[in-house]
């Protein structure tokens, strides 16, 4: 049992940075690998990061690789995505998510925040 909620979405243009965060509520979450999807109307959810319990092991798609970076603090319950060079391709509904490993596969994660949306304007 936890609860994810992430912050820091917002209207942004293209070339700018932004920083999203998850809070997690729950007593065991330094046990989980945790990830970043993103979603727009219409499309499946689409992998965008992830992380192993310790902060180890990052996994990322290839269309955010040298633009994004994951990070976590389990001290505070909390993942980050850094986002950097943002596109106006990057506009979605981002969700974090907690799983056993940080697998690239929305089934692989079952515990979901409601998302932030992140929109860049050309």
């Known amino acids: 049992q936890v609860q994810l909620v992430e912050y820091g979405g917002g209207l942004v243009q293209a070339g700018d940075s932004l920083r999203l965060s998850c809070v997690a509520s729950g007593r065991t979450f330094s046990s989980y690998a945790m990830g970043w999807f993103r979603q727009t109307q219409g499309n499946e959810r689409e992998f965008v990061a992830a992380?192993?319990?310790?902060?180890?092991?990052?996994n990322y798609a290839d269309s955010v690789k040298g633009r994004f970076t994951i990070s976590r603090d389990n001290a505070k319950n909390t993942v980050y995505l850094h986002m950097f060079s943002l596109k106006p391709e990057d506009t979605a509904l981002y969700s974090c998510a907690a799983g056993g490993m940080p697998g690239l596969n929305a089934y692989e994660y079952h515990f979901w925040g409601q998302g932030t949306q992140v929109t860049v304007s050309s």
């Open positions: 992380i192993n319990w310790s902060g180890f092991t990052t």
